[in-house]
Protein backbone atom coordinates (compact mmCIF):
# COMPACT_ATOMS: atom_id res chain seq x y z
CA UNK A 1 0.00 0.00 0.00
CA UNK A 2 1.90 3.35 -1.18
CA UNK A 3 1.23 6.76 0.90
CA UNK A 4 -1.98 7.71 -1.05
CA UNK A 5 -4.18 4.51 -0.79
CA UNK A 6 -3.14 4.14 2.87
CA UNK A 7 -4.12 7.89 2.93
CA UNK A 8 -7.02 7.85 1.42
CA UNK A 9 -8.30 4.17 3.45
CA UNK A 10 -7.36 6.33 6.62
CA UNK A 11 -9.29 9.24 5.97
CA UNK A 12 -12.30 7.07 4.23
CA UNK A 13 -12.31 5.89 7.53
CA UNK A 14 -12.39 9.49 9.59
CA UNK A 15 -15.21 10.45 7.12
CA UNK A 16 -17.38 8.00 8.20
CA UNK A 17 -16.54 8.39 11.51
CA UNK A 18 -17.60 12.34 11.58
CA UNK A 19 -19.81 12.52 8.23
CA UNK A 20 -22.90 12.38 10.62
CA UNK A 21 -21.21 15.43 12.83
CA UNK A 22 -20.18 16.92 9.76
CA UNK A 23 -23.61 17.12 8.25
CA UNK A 24 -25.44 18.38 11.41
CA UNK A 25 -23.01 21.56 10.94
CA UNK A 26 -23.30 21.83 7.51
CA UNK A 27 -27.17 21.98 8.21
CA UNK A 28 -27.47 24.35 11.08
CA UNK A 29 -24.93 27.04 9.01
CA UNK A 30 -25.20 29.72 11.47
CA UNK A 31 -23.51 27.84 14.30
CA UNK A 32 -20.33 26.37 12.22
CA UNK A 33 -20.17 29.88 10.92
CA UNK A 34 -19.96 31.55 13.97
CA UNK A 35 -17.26 29.06 15.01
CA UNK A 36 -15.14 30.40 12.11
CA UNK A 37 -11.90 32.52 12.75
CA UNK A 38 -13.35 35.78 11.07
CA UNK A 39 -10.35 37.24 8.81
CA UNK A 40 -8.65 40.27 10.32
CA UNK A 41 -6.88 41.51 6.84
CA UNK A 42 -8.18 41.03 3.36
CA UNK A 43 -11.10 39.24 1.78
CA UNK A 44 -10.64 38.61 -1.42
CA UNK A 45 -14.31 38.56 -3.52
CA UNK A 46 -15.19 38.94 -7.06
CA UNK A 47 -18.32 40.58 -8.86
CA UNK A 48 -19.48 38.83 -12.28
CA UNK A 49 -21.20 41.64 -13.98
CA UNK A 50 -23.63 39.56 -16.34
CA UNK A 51 -25.07 42.49 -18.20
CA UNK A 52 -21.55 43.06 -19.29
CA UNK A 53 -20.77 39.09 -20.22
CA UNK A 54 -20.44 38.85 -23.82
CA UNK A 55 -22.33 36.29 -25.51
CA UNK A 56 -19.73 33.85 -26.85
CA UNK A 57 -16.88 35.39 -25.58
CA UNK A 58 -14.50 32.87 -23.86
CA UNK A 59 -11.28 35.32 -22.53
CA UNK A 60 -11.54 34.98 -19.36
CA UNK A 61 -11.94 30.73 -19.71
CA UNK A 62 -8.72 30.70 -22.26
CA UNK A 63 -6.59 32.92 -20.00
CA UNK A 64 -7.41 30.93 -17.37
CA UNK A 65 -6.34 27.77 -18.71
CA UNK A 66 -3.09 28.99 -20.42
CA UNK A 67 -2.29 30.64 -17.06
CA UNK A 68 -3.03 27.55 -14.89
CA UNK A 69 -2.32 25.26 -17.46
CA UNK A 70 -5.85 23.50 -17.11
CA UNK A 71 -6.17 20.82 -19.00
CA UNK A 72 -8.35 20.95 -22.72
CA UNK A 73 -8.16 17.75 -24.65
CA UNK A 74 -10.89 18.36 -26.86
CA UNK A 75 -13.01 15.39 -25.09
CA UNK A 76 -15.57 16.39 -22.36
CA UNK A 77 -14.96 13.44 -20.33
CA UNK A 78 -10.96 14.41 -19.33
CA UNK A 79 -11.41 18.32 -19.83
CA UNK A 80 -11.25 20.78 -17.02
CA UNK A 81 -13.08 23.98 -16.42
CA UNK A 82 -11.98 26.03 -13.25
CA UNK A 83 -14.62 28.73 -15.01
CA UNK A 84 -17.47 27.54 -16.97
CA UNK A 85 -20.13 29.35 -19.02
CA UNK A 86 -23.66 27.61 -18.35
CA UNK A 87 -26.96 29.05 -20.31
CA UNK A 88 -29.48 29.46 -17.56
CA UNK A 89 -33.45 30.01 -18.37
CA UNK A 90 -35.97 32.12 -15.90
CA UNK A 91 -39.56 32.47 -16.21
CA UNK A 92 -40.35 36.09 -16.20
CA UNK A 93 -44.40 36.11 -16.64
CA UNK A 94 -45.24 34.35 -19.68
CA UNK A 95 -41.62 34.87 -20.98
CA UNK A 96 -38.94 32.76 -20.94
CA UNK A 97 -35.52 34.70 -20.20
CA UNK A 98 -31.79 33.28 -21.18
CA UNK A 99 -29.18 34.30 -19.68
CA UNK A 100 -25.61 33.42 -19.56
CA UNK A 101 -23.72 32.59 -16.31
CA UNK A 102 -20.44 32.58 -15.66
CA UNK A 103 -19.40 30.30 -13.06
CA UNK A 104 -16.52 29.41 -10.89
CA UNK A 105 -15.43 28.53 -7.15
CA UNK A 106 -17.26 31.17 -4.97
CA UNK A 107 -14.09 30.87 -2.35
CA UNK A 108 -16.74 30.37 0.88
CA UNK A 109 -16.47 31.91 3.82
CA UNK A 110 -17.60 28.41 4.79
CA UNK A 111 -16.37 26.14 2.35
CA UNK A 112 -17.77 22.50 3.17
CA UNK A 113 -15.12 21.12 0.72
CA UNK A 114 -12.97 22.24 3.43
CA UNK A 115 -14.91 20.85 6.21
CA UNK A 116 -15.65 17.34 4.72
CA UNK A 117 -11.39 17.15 3.46
CA UNK A 118 -10.34 14.37 5.29
CA UNK A 119 -6.42 15.06 5.10
CA UNK A 120 -6.72 18.97 5.12
CA UNK A 121 -5.32 19.25 1.60
CA UNK A 122 -8.36 21.69 1.07
CA UNK A 123 -8.13 24.74 3.04
CA UNK A 124 -9.46 28.98 3.49
CA UNK A 125 -6.13 31.08 3.61
CA UNK A 126 -6.48 34.28 6.04
CA UNK A 127 -7.13 35.94 2.46
CA UNK A 128 -10.81 34.15 1.99
CA UNK A 129 -9.52 32.37 -0.97
CA UNK A 130 -9.72 28.89 -0.81
CA UNK A 131 -7.14 26.80 -1.89
CA UNK A 132 -6.06 22.47 -2.83
CA UNK A 133 -2.86 21.31 -1.99
CA UNK A 134 -2.11 19.11 -4.49
CA UNK A 135 0.54 17.12 -2.35
CA UNK A 136 -1.69 16.18 0.05
CA UNK A 137 -4.95 16.20 -1.71
CA UNK A 138 -5.76 11.76 -2.35
CA UNK A 139 -8.21 12.00 -4.82
CA UNK A 140 -10.99 10.95 -3.05
CA UNK A 141 -13.30 13.33 -3.85
CA UNK A 142 -15.55 14.04 -0.88
CA UNK A 143 -14.80 17.83 -1.89
CA UNK A 144 -16.79 17.44 -4.96
CA UNK A 145 -19.82 15.83 -3.71
CA UNK A 146 -19.44 18.76 -0.51
CA UNK A 147 -19.50 21.49 -3.16
CA UNK A 148 -23.34 22.52 -3.79
CA UNK A 149 -21.93 24.92 -6.67
CA UNK A 150 -20.96 22.06 -8.73
CA UNK A 151 -17.16 23.95 -8.87
CA UNK A 152 -14.95 21.40 -8.65
CA UNK A 153 -13.38 18.76 -11.17
CA UNK A 154 -11.53 15.77 -11.20
CA UNK A 155 -8.14 15.27 -13.08
CA UNK A 156 -8.14 12.46 -14.90
CA UNK A 157 -5.15 12.41 -16.97
CA UNK A 158 -2.19 14.16 -16.74
CA UNK A 159 -1.81 17.28 -19.25
CA UNK A 160 1.32 17.37 -20.90
CA UNK A 161 0.76 20.72 -22.72
CA UNK A 162 2.59 23.66 -20.31
CA UNK A 163 2.01 26.58 -21.71
CA UNK A 164 2.80 28.62 -18.51
CA UNK A 165 5.99 27.67 -17.43
CA UNK A 166 5.64 29.83 -14.20
CA UNK A 167 2.87 27.88 -12.56
CA UNK A 168 3.28 23.86 -12.05
CA UNK A 169 1.97 20.92 -14.72
CA UNK A 170 -1.21 19.92 -13.60
CA UNK A 171 -1.54 15.67 -12.41
CA UNK A 172 -3.87 13.36 -12.77
CA UNK A 173 -5.59 11.85 -9.49
CA UNK A 174 -6.49 15.30 -7.95
CA UNK A 175 -9.62 17.74 -7.34
CA UNK A 176 -9.32 20.75 -8.94
CA UNK A 177 -10.97 24.49 -8.92
CA UNK A 178 -9.92 28.21 -9.49
CA UNK A 179 -7.59 29.84 -7.09
CA UNK A 180 -8.65 33.43 -7.59
CA UNK A 181 -5.14 33.87 -8.95
CA UNK A 182 -3.99 34.01 -5.70
CA UNK A 183 -0.45 33.76 -6.78
CA UNK A 184 -0.91 36.80 -8.88
CA UNK A 185 -2.98 38.66 -6.17
CA UNK A 186 -0.19 38.01 -3.67
CA UNK A 187 2.13 40.41 -5.86
CA UNK A 188 -0.14 42.44 -6.29
CA UNK A 189 -1.37 41.53 -9.93
CA UNK A 190 -5.23 40.92 -10.80
CA UNK A 191 -6.38 37.68 -12.00
CA UNK A 192 -5.87 36.18 -15.43
CA UNK A 193 -9.40 35.95 -16.27
CA UNK A 194 -9.87 40.03 -14.80
CA UNK A 195 -6.98 40.94 -17.16
CA UNK A 196 -8.62 39.52 -20.11
CA UNK A 197 -12.10 40.42 -19.43
CA UNK A 198 -10.76 44.06 -19.77
CA UNK A 199 -8.67 43.48 -22.33
CA UNK A 200 -11.43 42.49 -25.13
CA UNK A 201 -13.00 45.54 -23.80
CA UNK A 202 -15.99 44.04 -22.05
CA UNK A 203 -14.80 45.28 -17.73
CA UNK A 204 -17.16 42.26 -16.51
CA UNK A 205 -15.07 41.03 -13.80
CA UNK A 206 -13.95 42.93 -10.43
CA UNK A 207 -11.63 41.33 -8.09
CA UNK A 208 -10.85 43.74 -4.58
CA UNK A 209 -11.07 43.73 -0.86
CA UNK A 210 -14.21 43.36 0.26
CA UNK A 211 -13.18 44.34 3.68
CA UNK A 212 -11.69 47.32 2.66
CA UNK A 213 -14.92 50.00 2.80
CA UNK A 214 -13.05 52.25 -0.14
CA UNK A 215 -12.69 49.28 -2.63
CA UNK A 216 -15.24 49.33 -5.83
CA UNK A 217 -15.55 45.89 -4.42
CA UNK A 218 -16.64 46.54 -1.46
CA UNK A 219 -19.07 50.25 -2.76
CA UNK A 220 -20.96 47.68 -5.11
CA UNK A 221 -21.45 45.25 -2.85
CA UNK A 222 -22.61 47.48 -0.06
CA UNK A 223 -25.47 49.14 -2.19
CA UNK A 224 -27.53 45.84 -2.46
CA UNK A 225 -27.33 45.43 -6.06
CA UNK A 226 -25.74 42.37 -6.05
CA UNK A 227 -26.67 38.73 -5.58
CA UNK A 228 -24.65 35.73 -4.73
CA UNK A 229 -25.67 31.80 -5.85
CA UNK A 230 -27.73 29.63 -3.18
CA UNK A 231 -27.32 32.15 -0.31
CA UNK A 232 -29.50 30.32 1.72
CA UNK A 233 -27.01 27.44 2.33
CA UNK A 234 -24.80 29.91 4.46
CA UNK A 235 -21.73 29.15 2.85
CA UNK A 236 -21.38 32.75 2.48
CA UNK A 237 -19.62 32.70 -1.39
CA UNK A 238 -17.51 35.71 -2.17
CA UNK A 239 -18.61 35.60 -5.89
CA UNK A 240 -21.20 38.15 -6.44
CA UNK A 241 -23.27 38.70 -9.62
CA UNK A 242 -25.19 41.52 -10.95
CA UNK A 243 -28.09 41.22 -13.30
CA UNK A 244 -28.67 37.49 -12.01
Request: net charge neutral.
Amino acid sequence: MDRRDFLKTAGGTLLAGTSCAYAFRFLTSAGWASADIPSSGKKWGMIVDLTKCREGCTACMDACRHENNVAHFGDERWDIHWIKKVKVESQVGHKTMEKNVMLLCNHCDNPPCAQVCPVQATYKRDDGIVIIDHHRCIGCRYCMIACPYNARQFNFRDNEEWPNKDRPKRSHGVAESCTLCAHRLDVSRMPACVEACEQVGAGALLVGDINDPDSNISKIVTTGAVKRIREDLGTEPKVYYIGL
